[in-house]
C-alpha cells in the first residue's frame, strides 16, 4: 500500500512539473502584468498536438519547426483577446512563421524588429517565438489593448532576434520587414510565392529567404549540405562549377552567385 501511495505522488509531482515548466518557458500574460484581466485556462500543444488546434494549419508550423504553443483568452474591462505564443525552434524558423503569416499589415509598431497590425490582429516575431493576438471589434480601443498585451509579452523574450543581413547582404530593414518571407519547404513557398513552387520543386534541405520586388525578385538559398546544393543546381540545369562569390552568372533572366558555403543569392528580372 505504502509503495502505490509513493508512485501516485510521483506520477502526481512530475505532471505538476511539467505544468510549472510549460509556464515557465512561455512569456505569457499573468495576474502579475494585469490584475484587473481574467484569464482562460492556457491550453499548450506540442508536436502533433497542435493537429488538435488549427486542424489543417499545422503542417505549415510543423514544417517550419513548432516546439509547442500557449493559447489564452484575456478580459480586460474594454475587451476580450486571444493570444496564441508559439515556440519555434529558433528564431529563423520563428521569422518564417510570422513572414508568411502576416496579412495586410496598416502598420509596424515598435515593439520588435519584425511586427504586424492591422484593426483585428497583431503579430510579432521576437527570438524564437511568433505571437499573435485578435480581437473581435478591431476598434481602436482594441488595437491600444492589443499593442499594451504585445508590449507585456515582448519584453519577456530576452533572445536575439532573427538577423537577415546574412542572406540579403545591404537591404533596408523597412524593405525586409515589408516584402520579405522565409521558407524551409513545400509549404512555406506555396503560402508565400506560389509562382515559385517548381522552382523547388522536390527539394528539402534549405532556407530560402526570398525579396518579392518589381521588377527584380531576390532569393538568398542556404543550403544543409552538398547534396542539396547539388539537387538545386541539376533540377535547374546550372554548371555548380561555374558559380563563384566574385562575378555573378548569367543564365536566361536569373543572375545567381555564391555568397557563402552552400549559399545562392539569385536576382531573378520578372
Not at 68 to 92: C, H, N, Q, V, W
Not at 120 to 148: A, E, F, W
Amino acid at each position: 500500500m505504502i509503495k502505490r501511495y509513493l508512485f501516485f505522488f510521483l506520477i502526481t509531482l512530475l505532471s505538476l512539473s511539467g505544468k510549472s515548466q510549460t509556464n515557465d518557458d512561455f512569456p505569457v500574460i499573468t495576474k502579475n502584468d494585469l490584475p484587473e484581466a481574467t484569464f482562460s485556462t492556457p491550453r499548450t500543444f506540442a508536436g502533433s498536438s497542435l493537429f488538435g488546434y488549427m486542424n489543417g494549419g499545422a503542417e505549415l508550423y510543423l514544417e517550419y519547426g513548432c516546439e509547442s504553443a500557449s493559447i489564452t483568452e484575456i478580459s480586460l474591462p474594454e475587451g476580450k483577446y486571444k493570444t496564441e505564443i508559439f515556440r519555434m525552434t529558433d528564431p529563423e524558423a520563428a521569422f518564417g512563421i510570422f513572414s508568411v503569416s502576416k496579412y495586410r499589415c496598416l502598420a509596424f509598431p515598435d515593439l520588435a524588429k519584425f511586427t504586424c497590425q492591422n484593426r483585428y490582429q497583431l503579430q510579432i516575431c521576437k527570438g524564437p517565438y511568433y505571437i499573435s493576438i485578435i480581437n473581435k471589434t478591431g476598434s481602436r480601443t482594441d488595437s491600444l489593448s492589443m499593442l499594451r498585451l504585445g508590449k507585456v509579452i515582448s519584453d519577456k523574450i530576452g533572445e536575439a532576434e532573427t538577423d537577415l543581413s546574412g542572406y540579403l547582404p545591404g537591404i533596408p530593414h523597412s524593405l525586409l520587414r515589408a516584402d520579405s518571407f522565409l521558407a524551409k519547404g513545400k509549404l512555406g513557398i506555396i503560402n508565400g510565392a506560389p509562382d515559385l513552387e517548381d522552382f523547388f520543386a522536390g527539394l528539402s534541405g534549405y532556407t530560402a529567404v526570398i525579396l518579392k520586388g518589381s521588377p527584380e525578385m531576390l532569393i538568398s538559398v542556404r543550403f544543409d549540405g552538398n547534396e542539396s546544393i547539388k539537387a538545386f543546381t541539376d533540377l535547374h540545369k546550372w554548371d555548380q562549377g561555374r558559380l563563384s562569390e566574385q562575378d555573378p552568372v548569367i543564365i536566361g533572366e536569373e543572375k545567381i552567385r555564391l555568397i557563402g558555403n552552400n549559399h545562392l543569392l539569385i536576382e531573378i528580372v520578372k
